[in-house]
């Protein structure tokens, strides 16, 4: 156990629809990252927050957004919701860049 | 931008094989990570390492920085150590973590 929890494990909407994903760091940890990892991208990263603002975007869309509330869980929301954002999407947490990332079990989201 | 290679893509191998995974990486990082994802998705942290070798149990990761390369080394390997590697890197000008495209591994009993 990582000690990261994201919810829900699984999630199966239509397109056009918006969703957020939860993800709830380590204690302690100041940093939460999310990543995509779709089969033909593989993983990416996406955004990363630390202790409450944002510090980094990678590939992310403008239709997604994130953000990290006071207590430190992370949320990522996704909007108009299309086929190919179907993907495992992951959040890591760690004290910064530099260290070791644990990962949460992920969130599999399923577009129809 | 950092670009990370694996190889090899796909690796079956017999129980009790020696194991070995190669990462390469094109700018300087900060650290290399290994990572092992199983057939449930799950992602576990094996290592991070920025210089010299680190083991744990019967895996080993090494890193050459001048050469910039990095490899995973599994002794004995096991049917349970089936899974995909992945390697990733930190630093090197981009946030967060740039991944290879894994290793599937397969260790036949």
């Known amino acids: 156990d990582s000690g990261v929890t994201q919810t829900p494990k699984h999630l199966i909407t239509a397109t056009g629809q918006r969703v957020t994903l939860r993800c709830s760091p380590r204690?302690?940890?100041?940093?939460v990252y999310w990543y995509q990892q779709s089969l033909d991208q593989g993983l990416q990263f996406l955004i990363q927050?630390?202790?409450?603002?944002?510090?980094a975007k990678g590939n992310i869309l403008e239709r997604f957004s994130a953000q990290q509330f006071p207590d430190l869980h992370s949320e990522l929301n996704l909007s108009s919701l299309e086929l190919g954002d179907s993907a495992l999407y992951f959040c890591?947490?760690?004290?910064?860049?530099?260290?070791?990332?644990?990962f949460g079990q992920g969130t599999r989201l399923t577009v129809v | 931008k950092n670009e990370v290679e694996q190889s090899p893509q796909n690796l079956t191998a017999q129980e009790g094989e020696f194991i070995t995974i190669n990462c390469s990486y094109s700018?300087?990082?900060?650290?290399l990570h290994w990572l092992q994802q199983h057939p449930g998705g799950g992602i576990v942290s094996l290592f991070m390492?920025?210089?010299g070798k680190k083991k744990h149990g019967r895996l080993i990761a090494t890193i050459n920085i001048q050469e910039k390369h990095s490899s995973l080394h599994i002794t004995a390997s096991h049917p349970r150590d089936s899974a995909v590697y992945i390697c990733?890197?930190?630093?090197?000008?981009?946030?967060?973590?740039?991944f290879g495209k894994g290793t599937h591994l397969i260790i036949q009993p």
């Open positions: 927050y630390y202790n409450g603002e944002e510090r």
């Open positions: 390492l920025s210089s």
């Open positions: 204690s302690g940890d100041l940093s």
């Open positions: 990733a890197a930190s630093g090197g000008g981009a946030d967060g973590l740039t």
């Open positions: 700018v300087g990082i900060s650290a």
């Open positions: 890591a947490s760690g004290l910064s860049a530099n260290t070791e990332a644990f």
